[in-house]
């Protein structure tokens, strides 16, 4: 069956870096793109960035363009997302995401704080 852990979150001062990974595994993972995606309490859960299946192609929300990278290892079968210069409100629990077929499938998160 699909899985994907997310790992990597935790507490870190504004202006710092974290580095969140994807553990996938039950599907040809480098076949498919894949998608990071964040949630706070109370709001709908939102895109931060995908990533195309061979990684050429990426694309990024706004509020993280030129602080997040995201990229794959196929061989691992594993997505990551580099985030610098980390502010309070990318506080969040980070989300993988796999779209396969018409079904997402979707990691249990990681919570990301970012404070003083």
């Known amino acids: 069956q699909v899985q994907l852990v997310e790992s990597g979150g935790g507490l870190v001062q504004p202006g710092g870096s974290l580095r969140l990974s994807c553990a996938a595994s039950?599907?040809?993972?480098?076949?498919?793109?894949m998608s990071w995606y964040r949630q706070t309490p109370g709001k709908e859960r939102e895109w931060v960035a995908s990533?195309?299946?061979?990684?050429?192609?990426?694309s990024y929300a706004d509020s993280v363009k030129g602080r997040f990278t995201i990229s794959r290892d196929n061989a691992k079968n594993t997505m990551y997302l580099q985030m610098n210069s980390l502010k309070p409100e990318d506080t969040a629990v980070y989300y993988c995401k796999a779209r396969i077929g018409r079904s997402d499938y979707w990691g249990q998160g990681t919570q990301v704080t970012v404070s003083s």
């Open positions: 990533i195309g299946s061979i990684g050429g192609s990426t």
């Open positions: 039950g599907f040809t993972f480098s076949s498919y793109a």
